[in-house]
């Protein structure tokens, strides 16, 4: 069993950075593929971000290649998103998810767990 909890989220105006967190409690997490994920009012949860912490592999949404950056510290158990260049359209609750399949990482449908959320609003 793993417990995430996400932090970090808030205001900021566009082209602002933000650092979001993830901090996983339970199995150490780098048994997992960690994802972040984001949902905007009325639209569908949407991969933003994975990383496959045995190797290192990374992969990105295409809208957010080049600004955003994920992280991890093994040390911690957490994992970090770094969002630079923000713009109003990523304006979203942000979730943070772990799996175990290392594969599919862009489906949220593949994860086991999900943190609560965390909100990022960019304004214009």
């Known amino acids: 069993q793993v417990q995430l909890v996400e932090s970090g989220g808030r205001l900021v105006q566009a082209g602002g950075s933000l650092r979001l967190s993830c901090a996983a409690s339970g199995r150490t997490f780098s048994s997992y593929a960690m994802g972040w994920f984001r949902q905007a009012p009325g639209k569908e949860r949407e991969f933003v971000v994975a990383l496959i912490w045995n190797g290192g592999s990374t992969y990105y949404a295409d809208s957010v290649k080049g600004r955003f950056t994920i992280s991890g510290d093994n040390a911690k158990n957490t994992v970090y998103l770094q969002m630079n260049s923000l713009k109003p359209e990523d304006t979203a609750v942000y979730y943070c998810?772990?799996?175990?399949?290392?594969?599919?990482?862009?489906?949220?449908?593949?994860?086991?767990?999900w943190g609560q959320g965390t909100q990022v609003t960019v304004s214009s």
């Open positions: 998810a772990a799996q175990t399949l290392y594969s599919l990482v862009h489906h949220p449908s593949s994860y086991l767990y």
